[in-house]
């Protein structure tokens, strides 16, 4: 028998199933569906990592566990290609993202067909493929159409340097993370989506979902649902005597005082509160740096700190303003009236507050808030306790979310263009139906000018268009990329169809997914997929309201040191330079799923690396053996077997109930752990399967068993054992029967020594002469009693033979 040779092995099975296409798919009426994705990735020039291993094994081993228990599988797969690395290389190099994105996807497909998985190939979808964001354009016209995509004016990250507008993880500690320019916050016209609109259903809909609870939690908090009332408390601008108040502390150098005039300004402030029972505690207003009216509340001495404060206050992300241990602050000169204590109380601005939740204002209740009290003490600010008041005299009931309004708008060349024309008035209007897909033009320069807009505008011509006879211009913003991803895994269903986003029929048959699988993107993505769904099925597009049945969050592979992974400390483990040093593909993907629990993360351990690969050897090498293989060979390919493989001492019956015993049992194990996604003990189950095949000698259908088994991990491999055992790899099932132990161990002590211990059926104990004829047959036995026997002793109720010699 030949040895193992992974590469070669893989590489015949490969090219196998291309050639018959194995795993394409289609619907087929009246057979149980099984719909399998991962989160698909970004085809970085850098091609595919560890990581992206861990997470496409786990939705392989699944896709091929459910295929070989005979239901219809669809496993597809795509490439989320916009975004800045491609266009940050045009800008650097000149050449086009849409070559560059060609090149990496077409080494992703070669990677990703080296691992042997289970995809159905006929189904690859691209975001910057012109035939399918023609659909996301089409999926953003409806969602105008009814309202929910809409524009407003909204402070941006800008980088000077850069000439572009920065997202929020884009800014590190007030910079440009490309340039480490100093960014600013300007004002701009942006497009949103109104994913508030369906706040409470994605709330409310979380609990029943068959996700991890983290990930759950981690949308619960995203959205933020809060309940109270909206109070108004007018605002006076009166004067108290012409205090001075400071704005950065006690001892800080900057002084504002509130105007000498007593005249009432007539406005209000509205703020928002969950206490409103605890409005007598308010001793002061505080509004957020962005709110609307504060301009308007100042007095003259003050604006200046104002202006100040607000500028070093917006050049901070919000995570840093909520996370900042040290409060500060500035006193706006202007006072508003408590309606419940008819006190005059001084507002203030301070960026723990924020625009986006409430109102931008809030009633500060030192005696009853941690961040509240914080900032009095700082500022010497009143602390009251007082008694509460019945919530419902005061305010206007209110629930408010933390979520926001999804800003979609990207002033990026490398995006998918927002199909909207402006006329000559600088309406928008949607670009029609018929004339979609809008296509990115080509330019020569891709660096974005000073005006904002992306490089887009560039492309003179292309701006030009033709509506209802009128010419406009066109929108030169681009889409954020999650609207491409937030309906990819509908395209599945139907990739090439060119009448509709997806065919009813074909959504109707294979989604909802079944099982979707990421190492990221835990609560936006998620919230956008699940908004867009609810909104389709609203307009009658979708048949289900959730787009996904079960969700499985893997955990990180990192650095052998512990360290995560990156390209610029150089500890990246490349998955090719695995397979190709000689391990296979088999091993790196058996390795993946036996380095610990899917959903922790994990260090790259080289030395368990080998330690699967002579596993599989040893798997391998089960099908070199003779006479209904009792003697399998060892690592090295010799006939030297590491143990007798023949059990002396056991009578056929207790032979093949243990054989029976061990199959099932295994069987059992391996199955009820996939199910439950424990990969990492389903491969412990059969490496020790292994150990006993190698003890106790393996029978033909003790190899098929295991082949089956080991298919979803080690397909080429399981694929090669069951093709020489001439098996087919039908999921194997269990028979509970043969899993209730009725074999029995016997003690053989000779002279007092232990000496040996034999397993035999428990009816066998019954009869003192099957017992004693299976003693004196064992070979360690007959080792130790070739001068003849004195005494024996066979005592039942022990299970012990006693032989003097």
């Not at 004016?153 to 993370?177: F, H, I, M, R």
Request: aromatic share 12%.
């Amino acid at each position: 028998m030949d040895r193992y040779e992974p590469l070669k092995i893989e590489e015949k099975w490969q090219k196998i199933w291309e050639e018959t296409e194995a795993f394409k798919t289609s619907e087929v009426k009246g057979q149980p569906k099984m719909m399998l994705a991962e989160m698909f990735p970004y085809p970085s020039g850098a091609g595919l990592h560890v990581g992206h291993v861990r997470n496409f094994t786990i939705v392989d081993v699944l896709t091929r566990f459910y295929q070989q228990q005979g239901l219809n599988v669809l496993r597809p797969f795509g490439y989320d290609t916009f975004g800045l690395p491609a266009e940050n290389y045009a800008i650097k190099t000149g050449t086009a993202p849409q070559e560059v994105t060609k090149t990496n996807i077409e080494n992703f497909r070669k990677q990703a067909k080296r691992l042997g998985y289970a995809i159905d190939w006929s189904r690859e979808i691209n975001t910057s493929d012109p035939e399918y964001y023609k659909w996301t354009q089409w999926c953003f016209l409806q969602l105008y159409k009814k309202g929910l995509a809409y524009q407003k004016e909204s402070y941006q990250w800008w980088c000077p340097e850069d000439k572009t507008v920065l997202a929020n993880e884009q800014v590190e500690n007030g910079k440009c993370w490309r340039c480490g320019h100093e960014v600013e916050k300007k004002k701009m016209k942006q497009w949103f989506f109104k994913i508030t609109e369906y706040a409470d259903e994605l709330l409310d809909e979380i609990d029943n979902l068959e996700w991890p609870e983290k990930i759950k939690t981690m949308q619960k908090n995203w959205i933020g649902r809060s309940v109270g009332a909206l109070i108004e408390f007018p605002v006076d601008s009166r004067a108290a005597s012409g205090r001075p108040i400071a704005t950065g502390g006690r001892r800080s150098s900057s002084r504002c005082r509130a105007p000498e005039s007593l005249e009432f300004t007539g406005n209000s402030i509205t703020v928002f509160t969950t206490r409103p029972d605890t409005i007598k505690g308010a001793t002061f207003i505080v509004l957020a740096p962005e709110y609307q009216g504060l301009d308007y509340i100042v007095s003259d001495d003050c604006k200046d700190a104002v202006a100040k404060y607000k500028v070093d206050a917006l050049k901070k992300s919000e995570i840093e303003r909520q996370e900042n241990k040290e409060k500060t602050g500035v006193f706006t000169g202007a006072y508003a009236i408590n309606p419940a204590t008819k006190e005059k109380i001084p507002i203030w601005v301070a960026d723990y507050v924020l625009a986006g939740y409430g109102t931008g204002a809030i009633m500060a209740v030192p005696a009853m808030d941690d961040r509240d009290r914080e900032f009095a003490e700082k500022f010497d600010l009143p602390i009251v306790e007082t008694e509460l008041v019945d919530r419902d005299l005061y305010g206007t009931p209110k629930v408010t979310y933390r979520m926001r309004d999804w800003l979609i708008s990207r002033q990026r060349y490398w995006g998918c263009p927002i199909p909207i024309a402006y006329d000559k008035e600088g309406n928008p209007h949607p670009i029609p139906e018929d004339q979609l897909p809008v296509i990115i033009p080509e330019v020569k320069d891709y660096q974005p000018d000073d005006s904002g807009r992306s490089a887009l505008a560039k492309a003179k011509d292309w701006l030009k268009v033709t509506i209802d006879g009128e010419e406009m211009i066109r929108e030169t913003d681009t889409l954020d990329g999650y609207a491409c991803s937030s309906w990819y895994l509908w395209r599945y269903a139907s990739p090439h169809d060119d009448k509709a986003a997806w065919d009813e029929k074909a959504i109707s048959y294979w989604e909802p997914v079944d099982y979707y699988v990421g190492a990221d993107h835990a609560v936006a993505h998620l919230l956008y997929i699940r908004f867009w769904c609810k909104f389709f099925a609203d307009q009658g597009y979708l048949p289900f309201r959730e787009p996904i049945k079960r969700l499985l969050y893997n955990g990180y592979i990192n650095a052998p040191d512990g360290k995560k992974m990156s390209k610029s400390k150089g500890n990246v483990i490349d998955p090719l330079d695995v397979i190709n040093d000689g391990y296979g593909a088999d091993t790196l993907r058996t390795y993946e799923m036996f380095i610990g629990p899917y959903d922790m993360d994990a260090a790259w351990d080289p030395r368990s690396v080998g330690g699967v690969y002579r596993f599989l050897n040893r798997c391998y090498n089960l099908l070199s053996a003779r006479d209904a293989f009792p003697r399998p060979s060892c690592d090295d390919g010799s006939k030297k077997s590491e143990v007798s493989p023949v059990t002396t001492g056991r009578d056929e019956r207790v032979e093949e109930r243990l054989s029976l015993a061990l199959r099932n049992k295994t069987i059992k194990k391996v199955t009820e752990d996939i199910h439950k996604y424990n990969f990492n003990t389903a491969v412990a189950a059969l490496m020790e399967y292994v150990n006993e095949l190698y003890k106790t000698g393996a029978s033909k259908e003790d190899v098929v068993i295991l082949a089956k088994l080991l298919k979803p991990f080690a397909p080429h491999l399981a694929s090669e054992m069951l093709e020489k055992l001439g098996a087919d790899d039908e999921w194997p099932k269990w028979d509970e029967k043969y899993l209730a132990s009725d074999v029995v161990t016997v003690v053989v002590q000779i002279n007092g020594k232990l000496r040996a211990k034999l397993e035999m059926s428990a009816d066998n104990l019954e009869d003192e002469k099957k017992v004693m004829e299976a003693v004196l047959s064992d070979k360690k036995v007959q080792k130790y009693t070739e001068n003849g026997i004195k005494k024996q002793i066979f005592v039942k109720k022990a299970k012990l033979v006693n032989l003097v010699v």
